[in-house]
């Protein structure tokens, strides 16, 4: 996982938070704490349990107040990131990519585009 942070003279800078670790899916439980178990069961995961089983997971919605529940640091910097998370296999092939942008705002400031 690769954390990019928003410059103030505008594009991306890279290695704000860097995660690398082997055993994807126990490090993501691990990451998710206790949000883990809620996650699974909004994606209809028949189990909690690494390896999750092969398939398509879909779901209707996610609580986002149990990210409140992860193993991640709960103080942030206000600004604009993005967050680029690969899984690859033993063969060192990436399997799964996700890529998410996000704005940390204060209450009475507007979105940054």
């Known amino acids: 996982m690769n954390v ?8 991306w ?23 883990w178990f809620t ?3 909004a994606f209809n ?14 779901t209707s919605g996610y609580e986002l107040t149990k990210f409140e529940d992860m193993n991640l640091p709960k103080v942030s910097f206000y600004g604009k990131y993005k967050v680029v998370g ?3 296999n033993v063969e060192n092939k990436d399997v799964c990519c996700i890529v998410v942008e996000t704005n940390f705002i204060r209450p009475w400031e507007t979105l940054i585009q």
């Open 39 to 41: 996650l699974l069961n």
């Open 4 to 11: 990019s942070t928003w410059g103030s003279t505008g594009g």
């Open 13 to 35: 800078i890279p290695n704000h938070y860097i995660l690398i670790r082997k055993k994807a899916c126990s490090s993501l439980r691990n990451l998710y704490g206790n949000a």
């Open 86 to 88: 690969r899984i690859k």
């Open 45 to 58: 995961v028949p189990t909690d349990r690494c390896p999750i089983p092969v398939g398509t997971y879909i």
